[in-house]
């Protein structure tokens, strides 16, 4: 199987096998162990509670523009005590943009994961239970959408569907789908052989309740890996297509990506003003990725000494 | 009848006065030490390097039309008449003077003697008439609006029409070269605007042998056009103060002085123009002395390149920015809703915040400048409490609009789209509107959608003056039914139309005043500014002279020390 | 062997063709068309009717999309809308900056990221382990072109270290004729030129290396580990072997085979990241002329470097993994 070499996840060989229910707990006990780990998951959990409390923490609307009479070209006023991270300029409060920038975020995040996933999880599934043919021709596809570098991809995506939130997600969902998609029948074809697969077949079960009953659930801990990366990717890759102009139409909403790159039209005069949401864009990410990676090596048998 | 034209439309405008100010501040000519290249005749070379936004796409000032390409063609090529520097004043150019008869048919220009073409050509009227007749047989897709759209709007059709799009009469009779220097342009039907269309860069006279040598081909590649002849991109001769010397693709593109410039010679050796596109990354590359000079200064930096002694210099503002109405949709045919947003928008806030100080709330679609701007004109108040009363007095009660703003995109008159777009709806917003807002590219989406399909509601449009007369600002928006505007009011089309054909200089301001009038009470949309664009100069650099057209002669600038 | 790498070459084939039906329904969806593209600012219905019927967009879609694919194969994509120039000249001319800052980017990722993996393997579960992880992961989390701002602030305006903007010294006029301008200065013996060539590479290259960097750590240091509880390495150490000689022989002989294989497949990775890099150092490459292109909706050249980054990646890849096979036996296609 040539194919699944060119793939980065897959190359990696660090895909854990099926650990044993005493192995997922044991598991679990290195990663609260593991500072990293710990460190990942209080990033996301300020992440997540800013996100969905944004409206109790932050003191104004995000799109109140009341202090535009303090704005002056260059002149923007920094940090003071009715105004945490100071005004922006177009007359509104940072801190409570950035607070409500964690929900724009996370959103992007989540749909754009779930989009990706269940689209790449449904071909992969499609392509490993059935073999053959369907196999032949999901992989094509694949590899089709695997042969443009996701950034690419998502580039060219977000440019056709235009200016919306909705075609960010959808540009970095589709990007994600070959990931998903590979991850998933490499799975399949790993379990095909299994012995309670074999047992399985032997008793008499179906395709499908082997599938849906077995081989799927078995499969759930790479994805959570998966898409634990995935999310803080999303992240990162919506503030790169922000930058190049591909966001949502409307830029009075918050959003950590947009910000940063509206940021840079006065980087000069006020620094600090990209360095808010770039610092909130790195946490974020860097929460998920280093869940993802903890999680992973937990995971993985070889990283036990 | 002898006419000298030199005065005509003055404009009286700040020139150069600001920018030789403020020159002072020591900082470091820039560069890495080892720039080599010293052209023999002693000391370090001047080198003046512009940081431009794109590459030119051609030297062949025939087909273009865009700010980048009309910059580097300004200091290689010139025109019969020209620009005094700073202004919009028509001053002698490769013509020393010029006749225009009685009935405004023939122009008969005397040419300056002793010019050479920068490859030893001679200039003389046949070399002119060259020119003429090369522009006048334009075929196939030459004919194209993009690419030959000065001609056309100065001279109308071509020889043959051969494009649907092509005008079918064409303004252009004949040139005769009547002797060496004596060149008679004879044309079809008089036009007030021509002398003042001809200073156009396009409108330069080229050397004859170089266009024949290099080839003027366009080339259908693809789904779209190609410049393939080799006349102004490896062959280039013009009369200019400068010559071509390289072009290296996304690099650089390299002038020298022309020794044998009949003019002034200009004090720099060597002019740069070096493309960065990123408006940030040029304002870096200013502060570090990479380039001498940028264009699209951002408000916001203006304190940060004076503190590090280099100049910020503005031109005069020669543009409209306005936020336009769809007058076709019900909710803008309701008189009390047009008031009611003049009312709410804070334009003066915005422009406090977001403009430099030089730019002036506008109250009417041309600028001040401009003869025919209606004096008597107070403009609408910032008033929301006056606002929220009118639409409450309108009986409108879906108050949902759509509001569109071009993306990525930086014009003169609208330095960033987005901040004027999120200033005005949150200022309608507060007065009781929905907004809901719209924003695609700006080429070629947002022009198709809003000026062809007329699919805006709200949006945002502007206009910057190609020549100093009033049709080129009204007469284009409200001349002719409009799409993006969305209506035809009888009146104002009329006073318009009457004001083009009127020969009288009075009469027609007059008109044009009254036209500002009409159009300021019935309010198909409201303009808020008048911007100055600013231009950034390294410290070191004197005597840029910026120009209401965005014309600069590169001749005049020096470098100190 | 060479079955293989003709059966490889063979699936290029219906990828290409695939990605031609994409990139060509991709232009057909643009709001606003092709003419439109073409016309700008001052198009009239007329004008675009006439841009139409000459481009011969008023004919059915399948005959267009039979002489789009009939350019495509000759590497004709028409001419950039940006440029009025040939898309194939275009990237001929742009192709060599970024694969110049690629490599430039690969190079610093490869020599800090082997030996920074390597080191949190031999030092797993310390706080060294835990410094080199996060820090490598830093760079995935931040924003390239936030990145690449923030250093050039730094190390180019505020120091003054290193040049802001461009490939080289414009003032310096020197010869290009490969368009690598590290090499070209070599080839000229210019080696001023060369100098300040890579003056120019180091800012952008460091930005754009921040990704490989991070998958080259993870990699290196998984790698590493896995090879160290395998029985040869056990055995080894058992026998007495020299810690030493247990490094060179066994464990980086070894662990470096996945490590070669992501170091290809970034390349490719790299190619298309550049898009973000060289918009903020103007450095002329593919990926600013995408970046630039993709505003002003340059289609022409957005579809031919699609295409071509598209070839070029898959070509890597397949020489990826007939290197991978070549160094490890267990891998070798029936």
Not at chain 1, 21 to 44: H, K, T, Y
Not at chain 1, 271 to 296: C, D, H
Not at chain 2, 43 to 72: H, M, N
Request: include cysteine.
């Amino acid at each position: 199987m040539s194919v699944e070499t060119t793939d980065a996840t897959t190359a990696t060989a660090t895909t854990p096998s099926r650990p044993p229910a005493s192995l997922g707990r044991e598991a679990l006990r290195r990663l609260v162990r593991n500072p990293m780990a710990v460190v990942g998951m209080v990033l996301i959990g300020v992440f997540v509670l800013v996100a969905i409390f944004a409206p109790l923490i932050a003191p104004y609307s995000p799109t109140d523009n009341s202090w535009l009479d303090q704005v002056r070209p260059g002149q923007y006023p920094g940090p003071s005590a009715e105004h945490w991270l100071g005004i922006d300029p177009l007359g509104r409060d940072v801190f409570s943009r950035i607070i409500f920038g964690a929900r724009q975020s996370l959103l992007i995040g989540v749909v754009a994961l779930a989009l990706g996933a269940i689209a790449g999880i449904a071909l992969g599934v499609l392509a490993g239970a059935f073999g053959g043919w369907v196999d032949t021709l999901v992989m094509r596809f694949v590899d089709i959408m695997l042969s443009v570098p996701g950034l690419l991809f998502a580039i060219a995506v977000a440019a056709m569907l235009g200016q919306s939130l909705t075609s960010v997600m959808i540009a970095i969902a589709v990007v994600n789908v070959p990931i998903f998609a590979r991850l998933l029948r490499g799975e399949m074809l790993g379990q095909r052989g299994a012995d309670y697969v074999l047992a399985a077949r032997s008793l008499g079960i179906s395709r499908s309740a082997i599938v849906f009953r077995h081989v799927l659930p078995n499969s759930f801990t790479p994805v959570i890996v998966q898409g634990t990366l995935t999310l803080a990717l999303a992240i990162v890759e919506a503030a790169g297509l922000a930058f190049l102009g591909l966001s949502s139409s409307n830029p009075s909403t918050p959003e950590w990506g947009r910000m940063l790159t509206d940021a840079q039209e006065t980087l000069t005069s006020a620094p600090m003003l990209a360095v808010y949401p770039g610092l909130a864009i790195v946490l974020a990410a860097l929460g998920f990725t280093l869940v993802g990676e903890s999680l992973r090596e937990a995971l993985d048998p070889k990283f036990r000494r | 009848m002898r006419v000298h034209r030199k005065a005509g439309r003055v404009l009286a405008l700040t020139a150069a006065a600001g920018l030789l100010v403020a020159a002072c501040g020591g900082d470091d000519s820039g560069g890495s030490g080892d720039s080599g290249s010293g052209n023999g005749d002693g000391g370090d070379p001047k080198t003046f390097i512009f940081g431009s936004s794109e590459d030119p796409k051609t030297l062949d000032a025939a087909y273009v039309s865009d700010g980048e390409s009309l910059r580097v063609i300004y200091q290689v090529y010139e025109t019969l008449v020209a620009l005094e520097p700073g202004t919009t004043e028509v001053v002698p150019g490769l013509a020393e003077e010029w006749e225009i008869s009685p009935d405004g048919l023939t122009y008969t220009f005397h040419l300056r003697e002793g010019v050479t073409f920068h490859d030893g050509e001679p200039f003389n009227a046949e070399a002119v008439c060259f020119n003429f007749d090369r522009w006048y047989n334009f075929t196939g897709p030459q004919q194209s609006g993009d690419v030959s759209y000065y001609w056309q709007t100065v001279f109308g059709g071509f020889a043959t029409a051969d494009l649907e799009s092509s005008p079918p009469t064409s303004r252009y009779g004949s040139c005769d070269a009547t002797d060496e220097l004596t060149a008679t342009l004879n044309l079809t039907e008089p036009s007030s605007a021509l002398l003042a269309g001809l200073v156009l860069p396009p409108f330069s006279i080229a050397s004859p042998k170089a266009i024949e040598e290099g080839g003027t081909d366009i080339e259908q590649a693809g789904d779209s056009l190609s410049y393939t002849g080799g006349f102004g991109s490896e062959v280039v001769a013009g009369t200019g103060p400068f010559k071509f010397v390289s072009w290296e693709r996304g690099e650089s593109l390299t002038l020298e002085r022309n020794d044998d410039y009949w003019g002034e010679a200009p004090a720099l050796d060597e002019i740069i123009f070096r493309p960065i596109p990123d408006p940030t990354a040029r304002l870096q590359a200013l502060q570090a002395g990479e380039i001498d000079a940028y264009e699209g200064v951002n408000a916001a930096d203006i304190g940060a390149i004076e503190s590090n002694g280099d100049q910020v210099v503005e031109r005069p503002a020669f543009n409209v920015g306005y936020v336009g109405f769809n007058n076709k949709l019900p909710i803008f045919q309701n008189e009390k809703i047009r008031q009611a947003i003049s009312h709410a928008l804070n334009r003066q806030g915005l422009l406090d915040a977001a403009y430099p100080e030089g730019a002036v709330v506008a109250n009417q679609f041309l600028p001040p400048e401009q003869w025919g701007y209606n004096q008597s004109i107070e403009g609408y108040e910032y008033d929301p409490d006056l606002a929220r009363q009118l639409i409450a007095d309108s009986g409108e009660t879906n108050l949902t609009l759509e509001f569109w703003y071009p993306a990525d995109v930086s014009r003169p008159y609208m330095p960033d789209p987005q901040a004027v777009y999120e200033s005005f709806a949150a200022d309608l917003q507060a007065v009781g509107f929905t907004i809901v807002p719209k924003t695609v590219p700006w080429t070629p989406d947002y022009l198709q959608n809003i000026q062809g399909d007329g699919l805006g509601q709200l949006f945002l449009l502007g206009w910057t003056g190609d020549y100093a007369d009033p049709d080129n600002f009204v007469g284009t928006f409200f001349r002719q039914d409009r799409p993006e505007f969305g209506f035809s009011d009888p009146a104002i089309q009329g006073l318009l139309n009457e004001a083009l054909a009127e020969t009288d200089q009075a009469a027609r301001q007059a008109l044009y005043e009254e036209a500002n009038q009409a159009i300021y009470d019935y309010i198909p949309g409201v303009p808020f500014v008048h911007n100055q664009p600013l231009l950034a100069v390294a410290g070191h650099i004197t005597g840029y002279t910026p120009s209401p057209v965005s014309l600069e002669d590169f001749d005049l600038i020096d470098i100190e020390g | 062997m060479l079955r293989f790498i003709v059966r490889r070459l063979a699936l290029l084939v219906p990828i290409l063709l695939g990605l031609s039906v994409l990139l060509f329904a991709w232009v057909r969806a643009l709001p606003g068309g092709p003419a439109y593209a073409l016309l700008g600012e001052r198009a009239t219905p007329e004008a675009i009717a006439a841009i139409e019927s000459q481009l011969g967009l008023d004919r059915p879609l399948w005959e267009q999309y039979l002489q789009f694919l009939g350019r495509a194969v000759r590497l004709d994509f028409g001419a950039s809308i940006q440029t009025g120039q040939p898309v194939t000249e275009e990237m001929l001319r742009r192709f060599p900056a970024t694969i110049e800052l690629a490599l430039a980017a690969l190079l610093i990722a490869v020599a800090v990221g082997i030996p920074l993996g390597y080191l949190a393997a031999r030092r797993y579960g310390t706080w060294i382990d835990n410094l080199a992880v996060t820090g490598s992961l830093l760079g995935v989390t931040i924003p390239i072109f936030f990145l690449a701002y923030m250093l050039k602030y730094v190390f180019a305006v505020e120091l003054g270290w290193l040049p802001t903007a461009g490939r080289a010294d414009p003032r310096a006029r020197a010869d290009h004729p490969t368009g690598f301008y590290v090499l070209d200065g070599i080839v000229t013996g210019n080696l001023d030129a060369s100098w300040d060539a890579i003056q120019h590479l180091i800012l952008p290259a460091l930005a754009l290396s921040s990704i490989p960097l991070a998958v080259i750590v993870r990699i290196t240091r998984a790698s590493v580990l896995n090879v160290v509880n395998e029985d040869y390495v056990r055995t080894a150490e058992a026998k007495g072997l020299l810690p030493g000689t247990i490094t060179r022989r066994h464990v980086l002989k070894n662990a470096m085979l996945p490590v070669t294989t992501v170091i290809g497949l970034q390349l490719g990775v790299l190619l298309a990241g550049a898009v973000l890099t060289e918009k903020v150092f103007a450095f002329s490459g593919v990926g600013q002329f995408m970046a630039d292109g993709l505003v002003q909706r340059d289609f022409p050249t957005i579809q031919g470097f699609i295409l071509v980054i598209a070839i070029v990646y898959v070509v890597i890849n397949m020489i990826v993994d007939l290197v991978y096979g070549l160094l490890d036996p267990r891998v070798r296609v029936s």
